[in-house]
C-alpha cells in the first residue's frame, strides 16, 4: 500500500516548516497487508505501549546511557539467542524500543527512512521515506552517508535529524509525516551526528555548521529560539542546576548551559579546541562532566549566585581522553574508553577525578557503552560485545559475544534482556535468558 501527500500550503512555505496540512509527495509510506491489519487491530498508540523498559532516545531513558529491566542471568550463557535479523538501511542511529515496536533511522540510496518493526518477529509495520541526497567528502566516506543522529520519541511522536540537517516529526503510530524543515543551505562538512532532546513542548537540535542549538515546538516545527555558536556532533542534555531547566550543550569553543525556556545564555566554560566535539555531557551531583578529544576529563560547577551564573573546575584528569566513546557514570564512578594508547578503558572517582584504573591498551576504535544495574555492556566497533563489572579495583569482564558479521558504530537498544543491535545495513534482536 502506498499514499500520496500534496505539497505544503503557501502558508507553511512561507514558516519555513511543513505542518500536517496535507500529504507531502516526497514523503512514502509501505505497510504489507499483514502489518496493515496489524495496525487495524491495534487500539494502543506507540504512546499507550510505552512500558518501563523503553529505550526512548539517544543514550537511553534518562540520556545518562542506562538502561531498565536487565535481569542478570544465573550462569552466563556461551552466546547469545538470535532471534531475528531485518535489512533496515545503512547508519549509526540508535534504534529506538517503544512498547512492542522498534524504530530505526537509516539510508537506502539518496533517501532516508524511518521504519517501525514489531519487537517479538522483526517485520515491518510501516516505512516512511523522504528524498535526502547527500555528498560526502573523502575524509568522511570512511563512515559512510548516515545518518548518524538518534531519533526522539515524545507523546507519540518521532523525531529526526538527517545527516544533511533536515529534521522531521512522525507520527510514531502510522509513520505519517507531522512536520519538516529542510536542510541548511550549507552542508555540514562531516554530516550532522548531535541527538535531538525535549523538555516540555521544545526539540533541542544543532542542526548543521554555524547555527549553533535551535529549539523547535514539537507540535508544528515553529522555530522557538536559536543561538548562534559553532557545530558540535556533541548531543545536549537537559539538566536542572541550582532551581534552572537548562540545556548543557559543547560546542568547539565552550561549554553553555542555556535556559531551556528561551535559550538566554546562563554560563559559559572555556573549552577550545581544534579537534571534534563528540561527547554527550553528563550530569553528576550537580556537575557537568565533559570530555572531547586531546582535552582530557572535566567536572563543572556551574552555580546561580547573586549577580549572575558562574561556573569553575570541580575537577580535571588528563590521564586519560574520549574522542567519540561517551562514558557512563555508576555510583561514583566514570567509566569510559580513551582514545590513547589505541582504545584503553578506564575508571575513574566521578567526585574527584581520580584515575582508579587503566585497562589493557588496543581495545577498540569506539565503543558503545550502556550500564544496567552494576554492570556495563561494551559493544566495540568490531561487533564483539563484552560485559563486564563496574568495578572500581579494575577491568573486570566476564563474558565476551559476537553479535554482528559487520562493524557495530551505532549505540545498541537494551531494553530487559533484549539486545537490538544495528550493523552496517542489519538490525538484530538478541536475547538472553534471566535467572529463573
Not at 212 to 221: E, K, M, Q, S, Y
Amino acid at each position: 500500500m502506498s499514499v500520496s501527500w500534496t505539497g505544503p500550503s503557501s502558508r507553511a512555505r512561507s514558516s519555513n516548516c511543513w505542518p500536517n496540512e496535507r500529504w507531502d509527495p516526497r514523503m512514502r509510506v509501505r505497510l504489507s497487508a499483514s502489518a496493515f491489519a496489524l495496525l487495524i487491530s491495534v487500539a494502543a498508540t506507540a504512546a499507550a505501549q510505552s512500558g518501563r523498559f523503553d529505550y526512548p532516545q539517544w543514550r537511553g531513558p534518562h540520556r545518562d546511557g542506562g538502561a531498565s529491566g536487565f535481569v542478570e542471568p544465573s550462569a552466563w550463557p556461551a552466546a547469545l539467542t538470535r532471534q531475528w535479523t531485518a535489512a533496515v538501511g545503512q547508519g549509526y542511529a540508535t534504534p529506538l524500543v517503544i512498547g512492542d515496536r522498534v524504530f530505526v533511522f537509516t539510508r537506502r540510496n539518496d533517501d532516508e527512512m524511518l521504519t517501525a518493526l514489531d519487537a517479538e518477529t522483526g517485520s515491518v509495520l510501516w516505512q516512511s521515506t523522504y528524498a535526502a541526497p547527500y555528498d560526502m567528502f573523502e575524509a568522511t566516506a570512511v563512515h559512510g552517508p548516515g545518518p548518524r543522529a538518534t531519533p526522539l520519541f515524545v507523546d507519540g511522536k518521532l523525531f529526526t535529524l538527517g545527516i544533511s540537517g533536515i529534521v522531521s516529526a512522525f507520527d510514531a503510530d502510522n509513520g505519517r509525516l507531522l512536520w519538516q524543515m529542510p536542510r541548511p543551505a550549507e552542508q555540514p562538512f562531516y554530516g550532522t551526528a548531535s541527538s535531538p532532546a525535549a523538555d516540555g513542548n521544545l526539540i533541542f537540535v544543532h542542526t548543521g555548521n554555524y547555527d549553533g542549538l535551535t529549539a523547535f515546538d514539537r507540535d508544528n516545527g515553529a522555530v522557538a529560539w536559536r543561538t548562534a555558536g559553532t557545530f558540535t556532533y556533541s548531543s545536549p542534555l537537559i539538566v536542572e542546576l541550582d532551581g534552572v531547566r537548562q540545556v548543557v550543550s559543547v560546542s568547539q569553543d565552550h561549554v553553555v548551559g542555556l535556559s531551556a525556556h528561551d535559550g538566554v545564555v546562563l554560563w559559559a566554560y572555556p573549552f577550545a579546541s581544534p579537534y571534534m566535539r563528540a561527547i554527550t555531557p553528563i550530569e553528576h551531583a550537580g556537575r557537568i562532566i565533559v570530555s572531547a578529544q586531546n582535552m582530557g576529563v572535566r567536572a563543572l560547577r556551574p552555580r546561580r549566585e547573586r549577580s549572575g551564573w558562574t561556573v569553575e573546575t570541580a575537577w580535571r584528569n588528563d590521564d586519560v581522553s574520549t574522542a567519540m566513546t561517551n562514558p557512563v557514570v555508576v555510583a561514583d564512578t566514570l567509566f569510559g574508553l580513551s582514545e590513547r594508547r589505541r582504545g584503553q578503558f578506564f575508571a575513574l572517582d566521578a567526585d574527584t577525578g581520580m584515575t582508579l584504573w587503566l585497562g589493557p591498551p588496543r581495545q577498540a576504535e569506539n565503543t558503545a557503552i550502556v550500564k544496567a544495574e552494576q554492570l556495563l555492556f561494551l559493544l566495540n566497533d568490531d561487533a564483539e560485545l563484552i560485559v563486564a563489572r563496574a568495578s572500581r579495583a579494575g577491568f573486570e569482564p566476564i563474558a565476551r559475544y559476537t553479535v554482528a558479521d559487520s562493524p557495530t558504530w551505532a549505540q545498541p537498544a537494551i531494553s530487559g534482556n533484549r539486545f537490538f543491535v544495528k550493523d552496517v545495513d542489519t538490525l538484530t534482536l538478541w536475547t538472553m535468558s534471566p535467572a529463573p
